[in-house]
């Protein structure tokens, strides 16, 4: 039975993702707190990034979540196919 490469992602690529994910929300955030526009605009604008944010954590939790169901289906199809090969005798005569 192979068993399947398990990948994980090293602290230094957590940390810059975090990293750029903070920098860029800062960013804009200030960007909009500066422009010189009314207040309605600004909020208009602060409001879409929110909603920007947590639509993209969901969509992230949704690609997560598909990748992680189709290994453990892969896992148990290959866990039936090793059952099986475990079991056929080549050589019985029946």
């Known amino acids: 039975m192979t068993q399947p490469v398990k990948t994980s992602t090293t602290t230094a690529f957590y ?7 903070v920098i860029s929300l800062v960013g804009l955030a200030a960007g909009i707190l500066y422009l010189p ?9 602060a409001l879409g990034l929110m ?3 947590t639509s993209t954590f969901t969509l992230a939790k949704c690609v ?3 990748q992680e169901e189709s290994t453990v289906v892969s896992r148990v199809d290959q866990a039936r ?4 090969l475990a079991e056929h005798d080549p050589f019985r005569t029946e």
Do not use: G, H, M, N
């Open 15 to 21: 940390i810059q993702a975090v990293l750029s994910f």
């Open 37 to 45: 526009v009314t207040a309605w605009v600004r909020s208009f604008l």
């Open 51 to 53: 909603y920007v944010v």
């Open 64 to 66: 997560r979540d598909r």
């Open 81 to 84: 196919l090793d059952k099986l």
